[in-house]
Structures are given as structure tokens and as C-alpha cells.
């Protein structure tokens, strides 16, 4: 079993629909979580930054944490066109060590 | 401008040429890191830094090496490049270990990307 699991799509959803993104991990010791944003033909930024469970929102996006099972999440509310692009959840142990990335999941928006 | 800048964009070379791909960042921080991304596989870590003259092997450290002499630059050196390492690379940086946890301090920025072909 791979240490982090997302799901690559590609998702396709309209204008103003709500969006879910998920990822899994086998690690219990993982504890900052992070979701970032790469646009085609960019490096990747950072969206979202989860220390320990629980939810944190910024504006259109939600980010969740599930540590008893696993599982975290990125929701984002009346999607845009602007938000096409591929999300990748990443999360490491401890401060400073390298992050594990999921492969990414690219989502289109269409207008 | 705040910014992690990498060179060059874009290589095209052969095996065995040896290349350097400079990483240079003007935010002082202390962590610096290589990733390289590939179809299917996601984003791997070669190398990272802790701080000047710390340096450590990610997932995939074999055929590179790094050096980090200035808390600005950290260059990924491929001695021998093989076809295996056609890839696109990021260097990244991060505040490191001043102050607690939190997205100031553990926020990683990337770079543009360097494309590399190895003929």
C-alpha cells in the first residue's frame, strides 16, 4: 500500500459546483497536512496547511482532517474556471522533514 | 520581489554530460529541497536542506547530488545523467525552523520548474 493515495481523475464539474478532493494515508504518524495547487506549466503552491485533525477555512476552500481514519479532504465551494488546475495533498511527520506527496488529482471547471 | 528562481527552464542533453540546475531564493530561509515530477509517479524528493552545510537524501537521491555553501543557493548537480532522469524539476524553500509550527514557517515555495531531457 502506497503511503499517500489520491485519486488522479481528471474531474469535471460546471461552474459553481461544489467540489470534493480526497486523499488517504497509511502513516499514523503524519501530522501537518497540506494541499497544494499547481497550475500547468507552474510549480506547485501552497493552499491550504492543516497541523494535527480538525477543519480550516479559507474563503471558498475547506480543508479536513480525519486522523482516525486516515483520510483528508479539500472542499471548494461555487468552483470557478480559475480553479482548473491539479490539487496535490501532502503531509510529512514532523516539521521540516520531507513532504509526501499524493500524485495529484486534476480538476476542470467549466464555464 | 519575494521568489525561488531556478536555470535553466529548459535542458536538452545526453548521457553522461555532466549539468548543474541552480536554485537561488531571496527569502533567507533556512530549508531548502529538490523534487523532481513525473507522469503517474507524482512528486518525489531528491534532496533537502536543512540549513548551510546540511544537507540529506530524499526518496530518490541516486544519481544526484547537492551542495548548499550559501543559505541562498542550493544547486542539484547530475555527474552523469542517464535517460531515467528525463524529468521536470522544482526546488523549493521554506522558512524552516524559526518559531513554531504553522503555514508561515512550514509553507513550502516552489520554483518555475526546470524541463530536463537526457537523450
Known amino acids: 500500500q502506497k503511503e499517500v493515495e489520491q485519486d488522479p481523475g481528471p474531474l469535471s464539474v460546471p461552474e459553481g459546483a461544489i467540489v470534493s478532493l480526497n486523499c488517504t494515508y497509511s502513516n499514523s504518524a503524519f501530522q501537518y497536512f497540506m494541499w497544494y495547487r499547481q497550475y500547468s506549466r507552474k510549480g506547485p503552491e501552497l493552499l491550504m496547511y492543516?497541523?494535527?485533525?480538525g477543519n480550516k477555512e479559507d474563503g471558498r476552500f475547506t480543508a479536513q482532517v480525519d486522523k482516525s481514519s486516515k483520510y483528508i479532504s479539500l472542499f471548494i465551494r461555487d468552483s470557478q474556471p480559475s480553479d482548473s488546475a491539479t490539487y496535490l495533498c501532502a503531509m510529512s511527520p514532523r516539521r521540516n522533514t520531507p513532504l509526501v506527496f499524493g500524485k495529484g488529482t486534476r480538476l476542470s471547471v467549466i464555464a | 520581489e519575494a521568489q525561488v528562481t531556478q536555470n535553466p527552464r529548459y535542458l536538452i542533453t545526453v548521457t553522461g554530460k555532466k549539468l548543474t540546475v541552480t536554485c537561488s531564493q531571496n527569502?533567507?530561509?533556512?530549508?531548502m529541497s529538490w523534487y523532481r515530477q513525473d507522469p503517474g509517479l507524482g512528486l518525489r524528493q531528491i534532496y533537502y536542506?536543512?540549513?548551510?552545510?546540511?544537507?540529506d537524501k530524499g526518496d530518490v537521491p541516486e544519481g544526484y547530488k547537492v551542495s548548499r555553501k550559501e543559505k541562498r543557493n542550493f544547486p542539484l548537480i547530475l555527474e552523469s545523467p542517464s535517460p531515467n532522469q528525463t524529468s521536470l524539476y522544482f526546488c523549493a524553500s521554506s522558512l524552516g525552523s524559526k518559531g513554531g509550527p504553522g503555514r508561515a514557517t512550514d509553507t513550502q515555495y516552489f520554483g518555475p520548474g526546470t524541463r530536463l531531457t537526457v537523450l
Open positions: 536542506s536543512m540549513n548551510v552545510e546540511a544537507t
Open positions: 492543516t497541523y494535527s485533525s
Open positions: 527569502m533567507n530561509h533556512e530549508y
